[in-house]
């Protein structure tokens, strides 16, 4: 089975005024269907690979015949990413703040929740170019600990063998209509439209 882009869980001005209709319908229209596509094309001559979820072909990059790994790593990871930010993101609300065992989980790691915005913010505008900033968790530790990170392009937490809960993308087409070079701005104002409710339900499972 191919790959297919899945529907935005909402309408393209849903995420209004914090992301604009325009930049979603090209980023979820254009940007997303490309990586799709080009992950579905990449996998042609090797079409036993479809049987793999797309997470399994980003966690096993390596395990990849040489002449496509660029491009499942490339478009793979921007398959996969783009279907998780649709996901974690709903329309927005003042004071939106996490709720569950995954408020709980960010207050014990990084002491508040206004902490961990910090350093997720910090992390998001100290990605050099394109790329996305994370918060994961990481099985190789006993307590599948909580982590910040960024990745360049589309590389992926999967790669490392981590679950992503939160993510935010900086590349320039997430928000460059709107914001222009304004990125902290746009970092601000992804807060109100984090769904806390997907990633508490995220944490559950993966924790
Ligand atoms: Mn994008």
């Given at each position: 089975?191919k790959y297919t ?11 209004e005024?914090?992301?604009d ?10 940007h997303?269907?490309a990586y799709?596509?080009?992950?579905n ?9 479809f049987?793999?979820?797309a ?16 491009a ?8 996969v990413?783009?279907?998780f930010?649709?996901?974690i ?7 939106n703040?996490p709720?569950?065992?995954i408020a709980?989980?960010i ?14 913010a910090n992390?998001?505008?100290t990605v050099f170019?394109s790329?996305?900033a994370?918060?994961v968790?990481?099985?190789?530790t ?14 992926s937490?999967?790669?490392l ?9 900086v590349w ?8 222009q070079?304004?990125?902290p701005?746009y ?5 109100p439209?984090?769904?806390?409710d997907?990633?508490?339900?995220l ?5």
């Amino acid at each position: 089975m191919k790959y297919t882009t899945p529907l935005l869980p909402y309408a393209y001005n849903a995420l209004e005024p914090y992301i604009d209709q325009a930049t979603m319908e090209i980023h979820h229209d254009k940007h997303h269907v490309a990586y799709t596509s080009k992950l579905n094309a990449a996998l042609e001559a090797h079409p036993d690979l479809f049987n793999k979820s797309a997470e399994e072909l980003l966690a096993g990059l390596e395990t990849l015949p040489a002449e496509i790994k660029l491009a499942v790593q490339n478009n793979g990871g921007g398959h996969v990413h783009h279907s998780f930010f649709w996901e974690i993101l709903r329309p927005g609300t003042e004071n939106n703040l996490p709720a569950g065992e995954i408020a709980k989980a960010i207050n014990d790691t990084f002491g508040s929740f206004e902490k961990f915005q910090e350093e997720f913010a910090n992390a998001a505008s100290t990605v050099f170019g394109s790329g996305w900033a994370w918060l994961v968790i990481d099985p190789s530790t006993d307590s599948g600990e909580l982590k910040i990170t960024k990745t360049s392009n589309q590389d992926s937490p999967y790669s490392l063998g981590q679950i992503p809960l939160l993510g935010l993308d900086v590349w320039e087409h997430a928000y460059y209509l709107k914001y222009q070079n304004r990125r902290p701005e746009y970092i601000e104002n992804f807060w109100p439209i984090v769904n806390w409710d997907k990633i508490n339900e995220l944490y559950l499972k993966n924790k």
